[in-house]
């Protein structure tokens, strides 16, 4: 029977619902891992948890250091959840003392055995990954989301039943589950991947963040076709250093996780990892220029790109001179280079050209729309929310978006308790490239907003004194007033903006979850302002 908690029922969605129960030895056996001396009779396992609140019988409990409390602490609850064994560290064997009736397996670190244990446990000991949907990952800073979209609606698009895995949702066919991280902890990727198994999914596309490779959430998973997108200023605040998060990146362009690589060369993050990686891989460059550079060595390049509607057509050309004509009607140039990396790696898993040139002439599959990116909320004016939330992603996004003969009005603020040092460097971009620009609100989670607020003004302002730009800057908040402001301001000729938030729908507030989603709130402020939106999509809360 599984657990009635929120977490329990969540679980049971992401579970196979017919589970191929292993012996726990075996099981250890297989992914490599010695059984504790002393440890006793194994039982038989038919999944495994780092929650204990998600705890279904038969499970094997993880119980890990986190970062206010140790996971030993909550054994007990797990156990009676019905977990038959407890997997942990020294640490938690001392905090569990003898009390627990049920094995308890002792490993030096356990969150870096746990994702080869999950592979083993939820594919019910099988050797290979037999049945195992087409596995296409995507890493880098910025284009993950939506090239993976690109690459379902393009498999979609031939016929291929598809899985998802990232920052929006999660999807094992029809069923959607709202996602918590961009990459969900190892346990419940590999459940996801046998339940995709077990409905008979041809294909799944995953985002892989440099979280999911720091903390082991991909350890155990084999991807056929991994993609790099590009590499900008984010996510310092874990790792400190380009250098390291370069690393950390990298790491999924090994035999050990890749059987084959797709990668953007358009900068040098991304040359460099065409160098160093040691799997098979094909480039990509998006920015052909005259023929030289990295466009002159590339084993695919962009060439002939032409508007087309909001978005843009144009060709990719191989090495030896086959072309294949693609389309993206989604705004911002940025997309094209999401649309070549997409139609790769499709050719990098084995689909023929042909097949793929029919599958876009026919469906359009890069026109897909994708929550909270680049999502197009009315036309007059043009308004947009996209998740653009570092330097590079937001000066793509704003030099993409001017109109002939209309202004930008631009809405951002920055995260709190994340990357200090981008918040001036973003008003400085936002001052740039925006004629109006109004600064407000992020996610302040546990930080004051006011301070924010400044430090990305600082460089807003810094901009405007240093480089004499006729950008006005505004401070509004909360968000939603931030939002009415740009709207009321707007001609039917220019440009509404809302970036940083995207898809997102609570607003976290010292400790307190907000209800607000961008896109509900520019529908909203362009009707009391006298504008007519698009049809809303569904997707908003």
Known sequence: MHSTTPQGRAASLMRPHEPRPIGLA?????????????????????????????????????????????????ADQAVLAGAVAVLTDDVGRELLGDGVAVPVLVVPDPRRVIGPLSRVIFGGGAADDGGAPTL?????????????????????????????????????????????LTTPESP???????????????????????????????????????GFTNLTQD????????????????????????????????????????????????????????????????????????????????????????????????????????AALAAVMVLASGVSEHDLQHALDAHDPFTTEVPGRM???????????????????????????????????????????????????????????????IITDDDPHDEDEAVIRRAVRSGADAAVAEEGLDCEVLEVFPRADAIDRAVALATAGDTVIIAGRGHEVWQEVKGINLSLDDRVELRSALTRHGFSGLSAAGIES
């Open 375 to 437: 999502q197009l909320i009315a036309e007059e004016p043009a308004s947009i929310v996209d998740f653009a939330h570092n330097p590079d992603a937001l000066e793509r996004t704003l030099a993409s978006v001017r109109r002939p003969g209309g202004r930008v009005i631009a809405v951002f603020g920055a995260t709190g308790q994340r990357d200090e040092s981008k918040r001036p460097v973003m008003g400085a971009v936002g001052a740039r490239l925006s004629d109006v620009l």
């Open 136 to 180: 296409y990952g995507v890493t880098g800073t910025n284009g993950k989301t939506t090239t993976t979209y690109f690459v379902n609606a393009l498999l979609e698009a031939l016929g291929r039943s598809t899985g998802l895995i990232g920052t929006i949702e999660i999807r094992a066919g029809g069923d959607a589950i709202p996602s918590a």
């Open 235 to 338: 996510h310092l605040d874990l790792h400190g250093t380009m250098e390291e998060y370069f690393a950390v990146k990298a790491a999924l362009f090994t035999a050990e996780r890749c059987r084959t690589a797709v990668v953007l060369v358009d900068d040098a993050w991304g040359r460099r990892l065409a160098r160093t990686a040691d799997v098979p891989l094909l480039t990509v460059c998006t920015d052909g220029g005259d023929g030289s550079g990295p466009a002159a060595d590339a084993d695919w390049t962009v060439t002939d790109v032409e508007r087309s509607g909001l978005g843009h057509a144009f060709d990719l050309k191989s090495r030896d001179g086959r072309r294949l004509r693609v389309r993206s009607g989604l705004p911002g140039s940025f997309n094209i280079s999401n």
């Open 188 to 226: 419940q990727v590999h459940s996801l991947l046998a339940l995709m198994r077990e409905r008979g999914i041809d294909a799944a596309s995953m985002e892989v963040s440099s979280h999911a490779l720091e903390y082991g959430r991909v350890d155990g998973v084999l991807f056929d076709v991994a």
């Open 26 to 74: 075996a099981a250890l056996a297989a992914a490599g891992l010695p059984v504790s001396p002393g440890t006793g009779h194994l039982p038989t396992v038919s999944g495994l948890t780092l929650d204990s609140r998600a705890v279904l019988p038969g499970d094997v409990y993880a119980a890990l250091p986190g970062a206010a409390r140790h996971g030993a602490g909550f």
